[in-house]
C-alpha cells in the first residue's frame, strides 16, 4: 500500500508539475501585447510571440488590444457664441500605442476619452455661432483631433481622428433653416429662369441681328451683280457703237482714198458740197446763202457727169 501511494503522489506531483509548466508559457498574438507584473510590480510588455513566465511570481496584468478602435459617443448637449443649444455626437478613432501608459496612466481610458472629447466639443462650438457651427464640420474636426491627441498622450493612446456624425439643432431652429433653405431654392430656381430667359431672348436677338445681316449682304451683292451686268451691258453697246463708226469711218476712207486714186480729188470735193448745199435746201431753213461761186460749182458738177457718161 506505501508503494501504491508512493506511486500515485508522484503521478499527481509530476501532473502538477506539468500544469505549473503550461501555465508559465505564454503566446502573445497578433496586434495584442501583455503587461507583466513581478509581485505586484510592472515588469516587461509583452509582444507578439512566444514568452515565459515565473510561476508564481509573475502575472499577467492587462492584455491590450493594439488594432484601431472606434468608440461612438452619446449625443452631448453643448452651446454656440449664438446661446443656440444643440446635441452633436462624436465618433473617434484611436489606436493604443504604449500599452504600459495604458495600463497605468488613466483608471477608465474609454470613459475618459469620452468625457475629454465632450469638454472639447464645448470649448469649440462655444466660440462659433450656429451657422458657423453647421458649415464648420472640418474645422471642428480638426481642432477635436489635435487637442484629442495632445491630452490623450500621456495615456499610451494616439487619436487618428475625430468625426462629427450628427448636428441636432432645436426644433424651432430646424424648422427656420427649413424654411429658409426652401426660399432659398425657390430664389435659385427664379435667379435660374431668369437666366434662362435672357439667355434665350439674346439668343433671338443675335439670330434676328445675323439674319438681317445676310440679307443686306445678299441685297448689296444682289446690287453688285446687277450693276455689274448693266456695266457690261453699257460696254458693249458703246463698244458696238464705236466699231459701227470705225466701220463708217473706214468704208468713208476707203471710198475716199479710191476716188483720189482716180485723179479726182478737187472734182469730189466740190461734188460733196453740193450734195451738202441740197441737203441743206431740203430742210425747213426759209433762208439759203448761196456762196458766189455756186455757179462754178455746178457747171464743174456738170462736166464730171459728163465724163462719167463717157
Known sequence: ???????????????FLIIVV??????VPQAYAFVVERLGAYQDSWSVGLH???PFLDKIARRVNLKEQVVDFAPQPVITKD??????????????????LFAYGVENPLMAIENLTATTLRNIIG???????????ETINTKMRASLDVATDPWGIKVNRVELKNI???????NAMEKQMKAERERRESVTRAEGEK???????????????LEAEAEKQSAILRAEAEKEKMIREAEGEAEAIMKVQQAKADGIRMIREAGADQAVL???????????????????IIPSDIQGLAGLASAFKELTKD
Request: charged share 20%; aromatic share 6%.
Open 1 to 15: 500500500m506505501g508503494a501504491y501511494g508512493t506511486f500515485i503522489a508522484l503521478v499527481v506531483l509530476v501532473i
Open 22 to 27: 503550461t501555465s508559465c508559457v505564454k503566446i
Open 52 to 54: 515565459f513566465k515565473i
Open 83 to 100: 446661446n443656440v443649444t444643440m446635441r452633436i455626437d462624436t465618433v473617434v478613432f484611436f489606436q493604443i500605442t504604449d500599452p504600459k
Open 127 to 137: 466660440d462659433l455661432e450656429l451657422d458657423q457651427t453647421l458649415t464648420s464640420r
Open 168 to 174: 441636432m439643432p432645436p426644433a424651432e431652429i430646424q
Open 199 to 213: 439667355i434665350a431672348n439674346i439668343t433671338v436677338a443675335e439670330g434676328k441681328k445675323a439674319s438681317a445681316i
Open 270 to 288: 466740190h461734188i460733196k458740197s453740193l450734195e451738202a448745199f441740197e441737203k441743206a435746201a431740203d430742210g425747213k431753213a426759209t433762208k439759203i
